[in-house]
């Protein structure tokens, strides 16, 4: 390959499914499946352990063939096209998928001469992606002697050396510490902001979501129970909860507090009562004020807006796992290129 690869036109999705199927004998692990993600979106796919959401990364990175359905990446049939998709996409995957023998720059050489990137281009790519990710000072480490963040963020640079158009990462900073996992939010953000890469992750941290997708899917027994923005998912749980720790005065306060139009619910749960408002941060100072009139003496205020996590509770009946098997992805991944 040759440099960037041609755009397809205006107004054509970076990814279509229609129908997407995937059935393991008896068990069917997606339901067809019907979903268009937009070129330059960054979307997130949601999901606990055994939902689908890898087998539908599989099936659009080629490791599967799907039982029914269609889908194409970049315009090409994931079915018959499925060279042109593979030169159309980067994967990130959930295991370390590099030689920690070989130093940084040894690993991008080796993964640009699999995709028959020339000499003069490889040297051109290695230095643009190891820029990208902060690591040109460390490009000739042993990645043995990388930390955990480093090599996260050398495998997102491999997965872009050969100018893909989508980028797919699975679970991408599992594992890592909080403030590297933040590092690595704004290597994507800015991936996909100023390169313009279209980027889907699959991952089981709420707040990475919220953080990064412009849309989420949240998939259950193989099939997609909600999609939206994360703040329009967040939106629909509904009000946001005020919790009030009263020392004296807790049902003269309920009783005024029941007359407000944007109350919309007012119940003791464990001696706190708590508030179903809607903006509920811009009524604190008046349930105060309303408190100060009826004798009540408040001694804690709490404010728990919904979140992601409270969407998946609500769509799936369960609480997210934050753990993680291997996804075999590598293994098949080389095969493929072999093949090529």
């Known amino acids: 390959m040759d440099g960037p690869q041609p755009s397809q036109s205006k107004g054509e999705a970076a990814i279509s499914m229609q129908g997407l199927t995937k059935r393991f004998g008896e068990m069917t692990a997606v339901d067809h499946i019907d979903l268009e993600i937009n070129r330059g979106e960054l979307f997130g796919l949601l999901g606990a352990n055994g939902a689908g959401k890898s087998t539908i990364i599989k099936m659009l990175t080629t490791m599967l063939m799907p039982t029914e359905g269609e889908a194409r990446v970049w315009g090409h049939d994931v079915t018959r096209e499925r060279n042109a998709v593979r030169s159309s996409i980067g994967v990130v995957f959930q295991d370390p998928a590099v030689d920690g023998m070989l130093t940084g720059r040894e690993n991008l050489d080796f993964h640009g001469r699999m995709y028959g990137m020339d000499g003069p281009l490889r040297q051109e790519r290695i230095d643009e992606v190891l820029e990208l990710v902060d690591l040109a000072e460390k490009a000739d480490i042993k990645m043995e002697d990388y930390s955990g963040g480093m090599q996260r963020r050398l495998e997102i640079a491999r997965g872009l050396m050969h100018y893909p158009h989508v980028l797919f990462l699975d679970e991408p900073t599992l594992g890592l510490d909080a403030q590297t996992r933040r590092h690595i939010w704004q290597y994507l953000r800015n991936m996909n902001k100023d390169k313009g890469v279209t980027i889907i992750l699959t991952t089981h941290y709420m707040e990475e979501a919220d953080a990064l997708c412009d849309r989420v899917a949240i998939i259950d027994n193989g099939k997609i129970v909600a999609l939206d923005t994360p703040s329009n998912l967040k939106d629909m749980i509904g009000s946001?909860?005020?919790?009030?720790?009263?020392?004296?005065?807790?049902?003269?306060?309920?009783?005024?507090?029941?007359?407000?139009?944007?109350?919309?619910?007012?119940?003791?749960?464990?001696?706190?009562?708590?508030?179903?408002?809607?903006?509920?941060?811009?009524?604190?100072?008046?349930?105060?004020?309303?408190?100060?009139?009826?004798?009540?003496?408040?001694?804690?205020?709490?404010?728990?807006?919904?979140?992601?996590?409270?969407?998946?509770?609500?769509?799936?009946?369960?609480?997210?796992?934050?753990?993680?098997?291997?996804?075999?992805?590598?293994?098949?991944?080389?095969?493929?290129?072999?093949?090529?």
């Open 240 to 340: 946001d909860t005020v919790s009030l720790e009263v020392q004296s005065g807790a049902e003269a306060l309920m009783s005024c507090l029941r007359s407000f139009p944007w109350v919309n619910s007012i119940v003791i749960v464990n001696g706190t009562i708590e508030l179903m408002v809607d903006h509920a941060q811009s009524r604190i100072p008046e349930i105060m004020q309303e408190a100060n009139k009826c004798g009540a003496v408040i001694t804690s205020v709490g404010l728990h807006k919904p979140t992601l996590e409270d969407v998946f509770l609500k769509y799936t009946g369960r609480k997210i796992r934050e753990t993680g098997g291997a996804s075999g992805l590598m293994g098949t991944m080389m095969m493929h290129r072999r093949r090529k």
